[in-house]
């Protein structure tokens, strides 16, 4: 992004909002959410910098110029407008000073310095009121109508909820700085101390753009270095504003219909980001596109009312499939079998996300059953090359687009068709053989200790037809070479310990109870305890073993390493592939 499209600087509050500006929360942005917590917390950190005299910072504000000091609030309008509201509970304060003739002249200048100054000023030429702050469409009334004026009991019955919040958060502050200046002498001249601290000591990293196409390279690229910025607004108020069109007669119907499409597509996708669910879809269906260029993509692409309602209705419609690879956990999928549930589960576990698109054109395209092997397919793909091969991908993401394009395009029918399409990434038996038997597992890691729990279940369901829940807490991963071992494992050389400890060939299921009591003791106390357990692959352990001296050595790790390795070909196996 060119230089000339932005600038940045760290501004306080007091010189950011001090001069002839108006700052307006575009139209159709999200509406004013802040609660208790982040009101507490916001509180807290003023009266910090009340009582240290220090400055506090905001974090990032951005802003769309749109006119002579006239800025849109890109991201940052909670705090912004929580701020205001500060500032407006402590001219309510000012006013009942006045009312009750307590220093009423001085008050009275006062209240109106700190008026003209942070809230609003009177144009010159048309003489009429201008608040430096407009709300977005669903808050912007109870604000100007009720709080700006300092009414002295603010209406409660027949508001939406975010009305009823920035009525909320007026009274908190209001509380708060009631309770703070109780015990000073001069309570007008400490209301204005109060206000003049705030607007000095808090301040912004303040970053403006020309439109909103920047807008929303900044927010990638600060998202990019840690910093997390929504751009969800951004894309709302892009696809809003396409239908919200005085001239036409329905136009007002429409944007209702249009968001309540889009809010409960936010409600089903709870925590996940409405942007990255729109990038996954749009590559499942259309053209490739990274994170950068998404707005641009949706901008010169949707243009129309139609192409808009035809997008979000889509978007709608695809978005169980999307569900089920990002959060497979909540079961409540209605077009979801227990068989895509638990393949999406192991995707999820292997750490793998580049193949959403690939689901979403799958889920559309192929049938229910075609689409359950295709789901299990990818799982045996990924578990062989990268959860045991750790092979690289290269650009994975052009892998899985080409493959959901070719299924989009009807070149892959079936599951079959989609494996073979995928075939440079299944590692052949004797590669993955190979490698099995070799593989190092540090099952201190939680997930990778579910994958070796998964593994070794598996492999018990291959011998026994028993099938364990990997997430059932009474089964463990059993480390025939402890974790922490004694003396008693003198067998093993202490620098092949951390190697062989994570070993596929030193670990099995156990029960959790038998593990607990084995712990770190001698293998010939373990193999008591391992006749209890009621797993197949314990009591072939035991009937397997060829032991000196009745150790369990490296040779005894490696062999039964290499017979699992052989139940592992074929358990994760695609045949005709």
Known sequence: MSITNFNTENNSFSKLISDRVVFKIPKFQRDYSWGNDEWSELWEDIDTSLREDEAHYMGYLVLQSVGKNTFNVIDGQQRITTLSLIILAAMKMLKRLIEDNIDSDDNKNRLDSIRTRFIGYQDSVTLINKNKLVLNRHNDRYYKDYIVPLIDDLPKRGFNESEHRLRKSFTFFYDKLDFHIKSKPNKGAEIARFVESIVDNLFFTVITVTNELNAYKVFETLNARGVKLSSTDLLKNYLFSIVDNPNIEDSS??????????????????????????????????????????????????????????????????????????????????????????????????????????????????????????????????????????????????????????????????ALDVARALKDYYLSDKQFSSLFENKVIITRDSKNNKIARYIYSEIEKEKSRIRSDINDDSITIEHILPQNPNDTWSSIDASDREKYIYHVGNMMLLEKSLNKDAENKSFNEKKVLYKQSKFQQVSELLTSLDTINDSWDVRNIEKRAHMLSKYASQIWRINSI
């Open 253 to 414: 119907s429409e944007v209702e219909e249009l968001e309540e499409k889009w809010n409960r597509i936010l409600n089903r996708l709870g925590n996940n980001n409405i942007s990255d669910y729109l990038r996954v879809f749009w590559l499942s269906k259309y053209d490739f596109v990274r994170h950068m260029n998404l707005f641009k993509t949706i901008r010169n692409k949707i243009k129309s009312r139609e192409d808009t309602f035809k997008l979000i209705s889509d978007m709608d419609q695809n978005l169980d499939a999307y569900l089920l690879c990002v959060s497979p956990e909540q079961e409540l999928l209605s077009s979801s079998n227990k068989s895509e549930i638990d393949s999406s589960k192991l995707l999820k576990l292997f750490r793998i996300k580049q193949h959403y698109p690939l689901v979403m054109s799958a889920k559309r395209k192929l049938t229910e059953q075609e689409f359950q092997k295709t789901l299990s397919y990818l799982s045996i793909i990924v578990f062989r090359y990268t959860v045991i091969g750790n092979q690289p991908l290269g650009d994975p993401e052009k892998v899985y687009f080409t493959t959901a394009q070719n299924i989009e395009s009807g070149k892959l029918k079936n």
